[in-house]
């Protein structure tokens, strides 16, 4: 089993491919799962398109730069309290880590964004 790691989560990719079975066997077994990528497609399609509306680029553009200010924010956060040279206290780790969540999700939101895009589930308006 093989396994992605995106920003901060693991996804795991577990195709079984038997490969001591019948060709013949094995072509009606690969029409089956076609079949059921085909229809978890449809799926994705319709609900997400459904659910999310018109996609432009100007999305995309907010979204990266939003993105971008929360990375910003996070990193500028780190750098403060190493200058300061006092000790990090609770309340800071707590903020440092509140700006690391926040940039964290806006680039994994991109990231399923874009995703979205490339597989055809959403359309560019």
């Not at 403060?80 to 780790?93: A, F, I, K, N």
């Amino acid at each position: 089993m093989s396994s992605i790691l995106t920003q901060s989560y693991r996804r795991q990719k577990d195709h079984f491919q038997p490969e001591d079975m019948d060709p013949a066997e094995q072509r009606r077994l690969r029409g089956q799962l076609e079949q059921i990528d085909y229809t978890a497609y449809v799926a994705n399609r319709e609900i997400i398109a459904n659910t999310l509306g018109k996609i432009t680029t100007a999305d995309f553009e907010q979204m990266a730069a939003r993105t971008a200010q929360a990375r910003a924010r996070w990193v500028a956060e780190a750098l403060r309290l190493t200058h300061s040279g006092s000790p990090v206290t609770p309340d800071q780790t707590a903020r440092l880590v509140s700006a690391r969540t926040a940039y964290e999700e806006l680039a994994e939101a991109y990231e399923g964004l874009r995703r979205m895009l490339e597989r055809g589930y959403i359309t560019l308006s």
